[in-house]
Each structure stands twice: as C-alpha cells, then as structure tokens.
C-alpha cells in the first residue's frame, strides 16, 4: 500500500534537513494517508490493483454505472460483461465493446451505456479494471500536497508534536491521523474535491 507523500517529499516541502524528526514523520505519514482515505470515503483508494466488481445498479433505466474503486488507472476496463442468463454467464458471449456498447470516464469510474440500460439484476454485470492508486507516481499531486499541509500542522501542534490525535499511540507504536475539525481548512477543501457521496 502506498501512502499519499513520500518522507524525502515531505522533509522537502517542510524544509526539515535534520534526521531528528524522520522517525516520527514515519509514523505520521501512513496516519494522516489513512485518514485522508476516511475522509474521502475511499478505504481502498491507496490500495489499487486487480479488481472485479459487480456494480449495483441504482436506478431503473440508468445509462451510468458508478465503480467503487476509482479511479481506474489502466484507462478501461479489462472487460465488461451482461449476463442475463441464470446461472451468469461471463465469457465472450456476454462481452461488451468499448467504444461501441459503452464508454469510459477512467477518472471517475463511470461507464457509459450506448443504446440501452445496464440491468439492475444481481451480478448481471461484471467489470473487471485496475482499480485505485498502483503506485506512488499516480497519487494525485493536490492530494499530496494535501497530506503534506496535515503532516505540517501535526508537528507544529503542540510540545509533543501530536496535533489532537484522536489516539496518540498504540502498542505498536502507530499514530492515528488528527481530529477532522483540525484538518487545515485548505486540505479539507482538496479532499473534498475526492470524496465518495452517493453517486
């Protein structure tokens, strides 16, 4: 699992050169990404790969279908599959064509359907796409800025570097990101800009 910044990034961006606070900013750094995915209601967001999925469908006579593992990083889907048949059927029978039976908005994980609905029957339609963040080069720069604001915040709060955490430390020695009403104005406004709502 990736995290949002890298620690050279954030030593970087924060004008740290000495050693003395690497230790700590290892904890803070997973803490606060963590809490970045909470917030945007995105658990899996960091912890792209592999994904098959099959899609609710919210409504009756939908065009759109919402994936849950946005964005989808290899630009498609590695396949779409409508099965009516009982038991589904997922082979090249059922296989749809990008560009002539849907298209694709990787960013926000939405298929379009072309000249018909998606099925609201359970697992009638299967996708199967990379799906979230791969690697650190494909975090989003606003994003890790965003997690570099927090960590700032963090070590200026306080004697004991902790900004409000909402638990300080546990056995392992883990830091558990700060209170949302302490999350700086400006990287709420950017995580907001990523957040899971009902689609």
Do not use: C
């Not at 209601?41 to 469908?57: A, C, M, S």
């Amino acid at each position: 699992m990736a995290d949002f910044v890298l620690l050279a990034d954030v030593k970087t961006q924060l004008n740290i050169t000495a050693a003395g606070d690497d230790a700590h900013l290892a904890l803070l750094i997973p803490a606060i990404s963590q809490q970045i995915e909470s917030m945007m209601g995105r658990p899996y967001f960091l912890n792209g790969g592999d994904v098959t999925e099959y899609p609710r469908v919210r409504a009756s006579e939908s065009h759109r279908l919402f994936l849950l593992r946005w964005p989808i990083e290899s630009g498609k889907p590695t396949s779409v599959h409508v099965s009516l048949a009982l038991p589904r059927v997922y082979d090249a029978t059922t296989l749809l064509v990008e560009g002539e039976d849907y298209m694709v908005d990787e960013d926000e994980g939405v298929l379009e359907r072309m000249g018909s609905f998606w099925p609201r029957a359970a697992k009638a339609v299967q996708v199967i796409y990379d799906g979230g963040i791969i690697n650190q080069a494909a975090v989003p720069k606003d994003l890790a800025q965003a997690a570099t604001i927090m960590i700032s915040a963090a070590l200026q709060k306080g004697k004991d570097r902790i900004y409000h955490a909402t638990q300080e430390r546990l056995g392992d020695g883990e830091l558990r990101g700060i209170r949302f009403d302490d999350v700086p104005q400006t990287a709420r406004e950017i995580i907001r800009a990523y957040r899971e709502v009902s689609r």
